[in-house]
């Protein structure tokens, strides 16, 4: 049973368009909701993570934003460059576990 | 080396086969943790090791065997795998409080090893 489902599967944007990636999540345990990026031939490194006390977390082009009671969480990038081209994972997880249940990903392609 | 490391990087294996993949972390962490990455799946965890002791199987077949001699090192043994289980081969750490809960941990993984089953 997935725990998270996220969507798109795949997305195209513009350099300087704004790519929006949806999740959404069943276990209202959930406290903790870390997105992923991941580059080809790489691990998936932390890009910024929210806990759901705030509604909204920006670090630079990036921003979570953050619906309790809807149980979905979104990410943003702003002004996307080629270079954020890359697969990009939503995940969540009980604040004192070591289980992040992740999304299946989307990968993001920045067409300059 | 830094952060997470991983060998090899790619490995072609016949069914019958026997082979490890290697994982070594260098930030010192408690907690590792081997991950399967397969196309459009979310990413399955396999096996975690807190302090070197093994907390999660997590209903992986046998022909996995993890292993872990330190908290800086993770093997996981390879034998007569099936065709599906080629995939890429996450390995990644984080760091527990002694004793306590994760906090929030974050996991930060090596570039994986991409392994294809004949």
């Known amino acids: 049973q997935q725990q998270v489902k996220q969507s798109p599967q795949s997305l195209i944007v513009q350099k300087g368009g704004i790519s929006i990636i949806n999740c959404a999540y069943e276990n209202t345990a959930f406290d903790y909701f870390p997105w992923y990026q991941q580059f080809p031939g790489k691990g998936p490194a932390l890009l910024i993570a929210i806990r759901p006390d705030v509604s909204e977390k920006k670090e630079g082009r990036f921003t979570i934003s953050f619906n309790k009671s809807a149980k979905q969480f979104s990410l943003h990038i702003m002004d996307s460059q080629p270079g954020d081209s890359a697969t990009y994972f939503c995940?969540?997880?009980?604040?004192?576990?070591?289980?992040?249940?992740f999304g299946a990903g989307t990968t993001v392609t920045v067409r300059a | 080396e830094t952060g997470v490391t991983q060998t090899p990087r790619h490995l072609v294996m016949g069914m019958t086969n026997k082979k490890s993949l290697k994982c070594e972390q260098h930030?010192?962490?408690?907690?590792m943790y081997w991950y399967k990455q397969s196309a459009k799946k979310p990413l399955e965890l396999m096996f975690v090791?807190?302090?070197?002791?093994?907390?999660e199987n997590n209903s992986v077949p046998s022909r996995f065997s993890p292993e872990c001699p330190n908290s800086s090192h993770l093997f996981l043994h390879l034998h007569t795998l099936q065709p599906e289980d080629s995939a890429l081969y996450l390995c990644?750490?984080?760091?527990?409080?002694?004793?306590?809960?994760?906090?929030?941990?974050?996991?930060?993984f090596g570039p994986g090893t991409r392994l294809t089953v004949l």
């Open positions: 995940a969540a997880s009980i604040g004192n576990d070591y289980k992040l249940s």
């Open positions: 930030l010192g962490h408690n907690a």
């Open positions: 990644a750490s984080s760091q527990r409080l002694a004793g306590g809960p994760f906090a929030y941990n974050e996991q930060f």
């Open positions: 090791y807190n302090f070197k002791e093994q907390t």
